[in-house]
């Protein structure tokens, strides 16, 4: 925990630094405020580094004003999991950049549900196809959104 | 002035307008529940739809679909923790934690009943306030707005929790969200600003791929690490009971939605600050409302205030929105800028015309308000049960449908992958924000004020060099900022007084 608010210090710190060294290579008008709101980040910043460093370790690490995680779960198995859904995030983002969104859709609701949720093979198909006709019909059919074709449709020129 | 009122009426009830209404509020129903597809989108796509219609039934049609998008989109916010609409992300704040606890209809109830209070109050606040809001709205230059924009930045200060260290983060978030908001092309000399080479990113971040990345993207690892539902392996709520007691919340903290439509209508009015900021400053009005720290404790973590504030005043603001738009022809917002095409549409020219030779149709567009919402939010009470079920569906089963709303949410905004990208990136950010203790109400403050507040500060400076600060209504306002700064601080001193003295 005191670990990672560590990390997050030094993350602000630098992207307050970053901001700062490029602004200054800015006209003035353009510089004024970034620099007007990393100067004090970058300061804030700094004394909470020095609090995590020098001060008492906090009771709670949840934010005040925010959510909690749940911590019912061990931490290796939450690290398991956490790694889990994020590969299937970007395998979602992967998917859509090779075969576009319209493809996608009903490919990751049948690949998810089969393989991450063990639901029959039967209701898998059958769950994508509602979804594809759902997103047809509402993205495509009534909103008119404009979907990129994928890389792969696009290599192939279809 | 009373006969327009009850015509407004009749023009609204006639079958054909009363009809298309329906129809636009159905469109606006599914609208609101998708994330990124915005109610100014849709209203945009309907527009080529209302050429042969006559003023009343195009105004019923495209009023009563973006009012209900506004009602509906705090469904998702409470049921995923995706916002429905970027104007529903503070409702996320508590909504969200209220469903993990097995209190969704609770939650749904209460962000419906005071979005509809908050609807009728934009409405009466529309009716009443077209003769008297010209000077208001004249009186308001860009030093006024600035100084408007920073009392709603100072709202860090309920938004990030009591204790020093807290506001240091706080304001630590509310900082890196204003700089969040520089990335993209310098308005005032065209400079390209931490663009990284990217052409993305000169025109900016957009609000729909950072807000729901900020918070979809957190919820949806905490439900696949859980790997329960959404309500974890709690009883069943009795849904009926939950949303009539959403529903007494409401009148059980009336004042509270009445002080929170009342800000949303007076965002509303001013032209550029928007739902957004509207949502937030009542969300900071409701922290800032609890009497104690006891009382403070319970926002963030699913208080069912923290629902009603941002529900009231997200609906709210749509009668204050309506008040330049139809009074002087100036758009609040993106949408009314799109309504403002519909008026042209209709030959109908705004200004004073409005409230003369047009004052039947300007009432009949606060009747569609006021209609509209009570219509949808009666037939959402009735499904309530059913849409509060889904929070006990198994996880693993709704997560894919979840993010499958995320990403073509966050799409819609640029039509690009890099939108879902950006997405990943500060879903991920947040991720860690919420798992080292920062808060992200500051954050999301921060990047929705920031362009505000650089457009306004640079027109002051150029328009009036210093002596901006000099203004009557400027001088007002720096009193009514310190105030805000420094309310916390003072109820906080008088507690711990209090305490003493009771010790």
């Known amino acids: 925990m005191r670990k990672g608010s560590l990390l997050f210090c030094v993350f602000l710190i630098a992207v307050a630094l970053c901001s700062i060294i490029l602004a200054r290579g800015w006209a003035f008008k353009a510089a004024l405020f970034p620099l007007s709101v990393s100067v004090p980040l970058l300061v804030l910043a700094t004394i909470q580094l020095l609090v995590v460093i020098v001060g008492k370790p906090e009771t709670s690490g949840s934010a005040e004003m925010d959510v909690d995680f749940s911590t019912d779960v061990a931490p290796d198995e939450v690290r398991r999991r956490v790694l889990g859904i994020f590969a299937w995030i970007v395998a979602f983002i992967a998917l859509v950049y090779l075969l576009g969104f319209p493809s996608t859709v009903p490919l990751f609701i049948f690949l998810y549900l089969k393989f991450q949720s063990a639901v029959s093979w039967l209701s898998s198909v059958i769950a994508a196809a509602i979804t594809w006709a759902c997103f047809h019909m509402l993205f495509q059919s009534l909103v008119h959104i404009q979907f990129e074709a994928g890389a792969i449709q696009t290599w192939l020129g279809m | ?503």
């Open chain 2, 1 to 503: 002035m009373f006969d327009a009122f009850i015509d407004g009426l009749f023009l609204v009830l006639q079958w054909k307008a009363f009809s298309l209404m329906l129809v636009g509020m159905s469109l606006g129903f599914c609208v609101g529940l998708l994330p990124g597809i915005g109610g100014a989108a849709t209203l945009a796509l309907m527009l080529p739809f209302v050429f042969k219609m006559s003023p009343a039934e195009a105004f019923a049609f495209l009023l009563g679909m973006h009012s209900v998008a506004a009602t509906t989109g705090d469904i998702t916010s409470v049921l995923f923790g995706v916002p429905g609409e970027a104007i529903s992300a503070a409702t996320v704040v508590d909504g969200y934690p209220m469903a993990k606890r097995g209190e969704a209809g609770r939650a749904l109830g209460a962000a419906l009943m005071s979005s509809l209070m908050g609807a009728l109050i934009g409405a009466v606040a529309l009716a009443l306030a077209i003769p008297i809001v010209r000077p208001l709205v004249l009186t308001f230059g860009s030093p006024e707005l600035f100084m408007l924009s920073l009392i709603g930045i100072s709202c860090i200060t309920s938004l990030s929790g009591s204790s020093t260290r807290a506001q240091i983060k706080g304001f630590a978030m509310g900082l890196l969200g204003l700089l969040v908001s520089t990335v993209g092309q310098d308005r005032q000399s065209g400079s390209q600003r931490f663009d990284m080479g990217l052409m993305y990113l000169w025109d900016g971040l957009d609000f729909v791929p950072v807000l729901v990345g900020i918070f979809a993207i957190p919820e949806i690892i905490d439900l696949a690490v859980r790997g329960t539902s959404i309500a974890g392996d709690r009883p069943p709520e009795n849904l009926s009971r939950g949303v009539l007691e959403g529903v007494k919340d409401t009148f059980r903290h009336f004042w509270l939605v009445f002080r929170c439509s009342v800000i949303g209508v007076f965002v509303g009015i001013l032209p550029g600050a928007g739902g957004g900021v509207a949502q937030w400053m009542a969300y900071a009005h409701a922290v800032q409302s609890a009497k104690n720290s006891k009382e403070r404790e319970g926002f963030g973590k699913g208080d069912v205030r923290g629902v009603l504030g941002p529900g009231a005043a997200n609906n709210s603001k749509e009668g204050g929105e309506l008040i330049p738009t139809v009074a002087f022809g100036v758009p609040g917002s993106g949408a009314m800028a799109i309504l403002l095409s519909g008026f042209l549409i209709m030959g109908i020219m705004p200004g004073p015309d409005m409230l003369t030779k047009h004052l039947t149709i300007t009432f009949s567009m606060v009747w569609t308000l006021a209609i509209a919402n009570v219509i949808t939010v009666l037939l959402c009470l009735l499904v309530l049960d059913q849409l509060a079920k889904l929070t006990y569906v198994r996880g693993s089963l709704i997560i894919p449908f979840i993010l499958l709303l995320v990403f073509v949410g966050s799409y819609t905004a640029n039509g690009q992958i890099a939108d879902l990208i950006v997405t990943l990136i500060f879903g991920l950010l947040s991720y860690v924000m919420v798992l080292f203790g920062w808060p992200r109400p500051p954050f999301v403050l921060g990047f929705v004020l920031g362009k505000v507040i650089e457009t306004y500060l640079f027109i002051s400076m150029n328009r009036y060099g210093f002596a901006w600060l000099a203004h009557p209504i400027v001088m007002l306002l720096t009193a009514v900022l310190v105030a805000v700064i420094a309310y916390p601080y003072v109820q906080q001193r008088r507690q711990r007084l209090a305490r003493g003295a009771s010790a």
